[in-house]
């Protein structure tokens, strides 16, 4: 997978440890592109350090449960994101405005002792998400598309539909799944899918739900 002006294809591509940004439903997928907003002190120093060395941070939510630990800081859920910072600017006021775009997803094997304000991990990476998914072929587009446009519907929202057209398989997944407005244990499902078959099913029936819930007219529409 080529992010920015790196190519990902190894576990040796990636770094064995790197920092980790806990954010309540916050969803990055690989090959997605997530605007931040960073303005704490400890995560423009994360930022800085990233971008003296690969670029690369995760994006992981905490723990759905809420379980803190002795600290007081938040455990963390086991599988995040890894994410490389393709742009930055500086706002003039403290803040820095990055894009990150997902490279893959990986799991926490171990937090290590802090020796800086922000959280590291040493983690182990999806590796199959540097490599075309071949479920892709399989998504069910009529019935993705029909959802995403029922939910539109609903909430009286638009969507730029030629780009939509445009758009492969992998990518319309993954784009939808991070753009839905779902709460933080949805995106933590979307997140840890096998493969883009099963998010996009997944995403179908979290969308079916919530328009069951909000209307019921909608319900039988979609069946």
């Known amino acids: 997978m080529r992010v920015g002006n790196a190519l990902y294809r190894l576990a040796k591509d990636l770094p064995s440890a790197i920092p980790v940004f806990p954010l309540a439903g916050a969803l990055l997928l690989p090959g997605g592109r997530m605007p931040l907003n960073v303005f704490e002190p400890r995560y423009l120093q994360m930022i800085d350090q990233a971008m003296a060395g690969s670029r690369l941070i995760g994006m992981i939510q905490p723990s759905l449960d809420g379980a803190l630990r002795d600290d007081g800081e938040p455990e963390l859920c086991s599988v995040g994101c890894a ?7 500086e706002t003039g006021d403290g803040r820095y405005l990055i894009s990150l ?7 926490i094997v171990q937090e290590l002792a802090a020796k800086a304000p ?3 991990c040493k983690i182990m990476p ?6 075309e ?23 009286d929202l638009e969507a730029d539909w030629e780009s939509v057209s445009r758009a492969e398989n992998g990518m319309l997944v993954n784009a939808l799944s ?10 933590q499902a979307l997140l840890e899918a ?13 969308t079916e739900m919530t328009l069951a819930r909000e209307d019921d007219e909608f319900g039988p529409s979609l069946q």
């Open 101 to 107: 775009q997902g490279v893959c997803r990986f799991r």
């Open 118 to 120: 922000f959280r590291q």
């Open 194 to 206: 096998p493969d883009l078959k099963t998010r996009a099913e997944t995403l179908i029936a979290i």
């Open 133 to 155: 998914d071949p479920a892709g072929a399989e998504v069910d587009r009529p019935a993705l598309l029909k959802a995403f446009r029922a939910y539109l519907q609903a909430n």
């Open 126 to 131: 999806f590796l199959a998400d540097l490599e």
């Open 178 to 187: 991070m753009m839905a407005p779902y709460g933080p244990a949805e995106k």
């Open 83 to 89: 994410g490389r910072i393709i742009s930055l600017a």
